[in-house]
């Protein structure tokens, strides 16, 4: 009874915090549409940093109760599913191609890899520092003035923002907060009740359940042929995961670091995002059906590793 009571709170928290992710996400998509933002800058700032919410918030609610080994193992599995399998369904819906100038991709591209390699680069000791944790805040904080100041193409649509959006804003930041804390009361309790390491669950279980939003976002976009936007939330997530959303715990408490995450997420998140930003960046800028079959498959093969 107890785990089916831990599973139901899991999965009822969880729900709660994307559908609270979803409505900060749309009226800040609504903003940036207003004030006539690109179309990839709107997937890798606003939707970006949106999405990224539940990672942050669980991230902190795990900090705050004492069991550090879930941040790190909730950045890394989630980047990797952003990546693999994100990015791999995308594929498999529609053929991805970023179509966009290129002094707007590269900042974003520099930031995408230089952030996920600081990120296992403190890990390797197995304990990221209040001092790391600033870093990666700051990488972040240099990471938005260059996007602010480059002179980028504004969309040709703009949308009205809503009376209510500052109101959805905060409450939905409420929720946020809240459910985030119930997902990580009830994964310490799964963890518990069944002998599987929080790290682990962590970097599978709630690091897939936490890219849910990222997820909904890119196949949406997919379907309304956005690809740009699509691809930009991604690069945006991964960014924001490996700076704020591990520093801000960081300056918390310090972070351990598990085996497992150390030798099992983190070659698999360096191997998925040098393989993802070459695929993208390469003359083609596109991500085929076929690597799209290539990246679900060793999204599985991560689990199955972490499992194992």
Do not use: C
């Not at 936490?210 to 976009?221: M, N, Q, W």
């Not at 490996?242 to 520093?247: L, N, Q, V």
């Amino acid at each position: 009874m107890e785990l089916l009571f831990a599973i139901l709170l899991f999965v009822v928290a969880l729900a709660v915090l994307i559908i609270s992710a979803k409505f900060f996400t749309e009226s800040a998509e609504r903003i940036g549409l207003f004030f006539g933002l690109s179309p990839f800058i709107i997937g890798a700032v606003i939707l970006g940093v949106g999405t990224s919410i539940p990672e942050l918030a669980s991230s902190i609610a795990g900090a705050l109760a004492g069991k550090t080994e879930i941040v790190a193992a909730n950045i890394m599995g989630s980047n990797i599913a952003n990546i693999l399998l994100i990015i791999g369904i995308g594929a498999l819906i529609t053929k991805q191609t970023l179509v966009t100038k290129k002094h707007e991709t590269d900042v974003h591209f520099t930031f995408f890899y230089l952030s996920s390699l600081f990120l296992i680069i403190i890990a390797i000791d197995k304990v990221i520092t209040f001092f790391e944790g600033m870093i990666s805040v700051l990488i972040f904080v240099i990471y938005t003035v260059f996007v602010l100041k480059n002179k980028l193409e504004k969309a040709d649509v703009q949308d009205p923002v809503h009376w209510f959006d500052p109101f959805l804003l905060i409450g939905s930041i409420g929720l946020i907060a809240y459910s985030s804390h119930l997902v990580i009361k009830g994964l310490i309790i799964i963890s518990e009740v069944t002998s599987l390491g929080t790290d682990v669950l962590s970097a599978s279980a709630l690091a897939i359940g936490t890219s849910l939003p990222e997820l909904t976002v890119s196949v949406v976009a997919l379907l309304k042929g956005k690809h740009v936007m699509s691809i930009g939330n991604i690069i945006g997530s991964n960014i924001f995961n490996s700076t704020i959303g591990i520093g801000v715990p960081a300056l918390i408490t310090a972070l351990t670091v598990s085996t497992t995450t150390l030798f099992v997420a983190a070659p698999f998140m360096f191997l998925a995002t040098i393989g993802f930003g070459r695929i993208i960046a390469g003359e083609e800028k596109s991500i085929s059906k076929y690597e799209g079959v290539l990246f679900v498959l060793l999204f599985l093969f991560f689990i199955a590793q972490l499992i194992s």
